[in-house]
């Protein structure tokens, strides 16, 4: 079955450096999402990326976030200046239909670590 | 805002037992889903609901919607050790034109013991 893979597993890095998150979706999905989990706290939404550009962002993806689906693949997830408050597993998801329409399929995550 | 909540955060039982766990809201969905979510691993979808009243089976697995689409359940029948995990519900926003994205819920962490 097909799925969403997300690369690297695990991310360290030192507060105020950029991080670059990757994610290949499920190749026929159209919707692209961000969420990310805080440990111990609930799973929220980033952003959602449709037809090549955000079609939806929450309060926490301010100016520091920005995504971007460079070829046919790849959808990334770039935070260009680090916090502590960043730390936390971040999961790409696809959807065939946008959600809430169509169920969305997670990757099993990138845990990042700002130090 | 809208608020999912989950009860009971945590639930230990032993195998053969029954159990139910709630998603609450005040609220109303378009549809609300149910995730599982293994440690280390992604949410991964057990099933959606749409329907007001919708009941929905999964092997041992009853999920149902509230009538007025703002509250959830799911009962598990006869729990087994293999379905000791993380459940989350995510609430579907839909504001029409726009791209809806979830709502989640903090979950409910069950243990089940052999």
């Known amino acids: 079955e097909p799925e969403v893979t997300q690369t690297p597993s695990h991310q360290v890095t030192q507060m105020g450096q950029e991080v670059i998150l990757r994610c290949v979706p499920i190749s026929n999905h159209l919707y692209f999402y961000w969420y990310r989990q805080i440990l111990g706290q609930k799973v929220e939404f980033l952003v959602s990326?449709?037809?090549?550009?955000?079609?939806?962002k929450s309060e926490i993806f301010d100016d520091q976030f920005s995504v971007e689906r460079p070829d046919g693949s790849n959808f990334t997830l770039k935070i260009r200046s680090t916090k502590l408050e960043d730390s936390a597993m971040y999961f790409c998801a696809s959807s065939v239909f946008r959600a809430p329409d169509s169920p969305l399929h997670f990757g099993n995550g990138t845990r990042l670590t700002v130090t | 805002t809208q608020l999912l909540e989950q009860s009971p955060q945590f639930l230990s039982i032993q195998e053969g037992e029954n159990l139910t766990v709630y998603c609450n809201s005040s609220?109303?969905?378009?549809?609300l889903q149910w995730y599982r979510q293994e440690p280390g691993e992604g949410p991964v979808l057990l099933v959606t609901v749409v329907t007001g009243g919708e009941v929905k089976k999964l092997k041992r697995l009853t999920f149902q919607f509230g009538d007025a689409r703002k509250d959830s359940s799911l009962h598990i029948t006869a729990a087994q050790p293999g379905d000791t995990g993380l459940y989350l519900c995510a609430g579907g926003v839909d504001y029409g034109g726009s791209q809806g994205n979830l709502i989640f819920g903090k979950g409910t962490k069950l243990s089940v013991k052999p």
């Open positions: 609220s109303v969905f378009s549809s």
């Open positions: 990326f449709y037809n090549n550009e955000i079609s939806e």
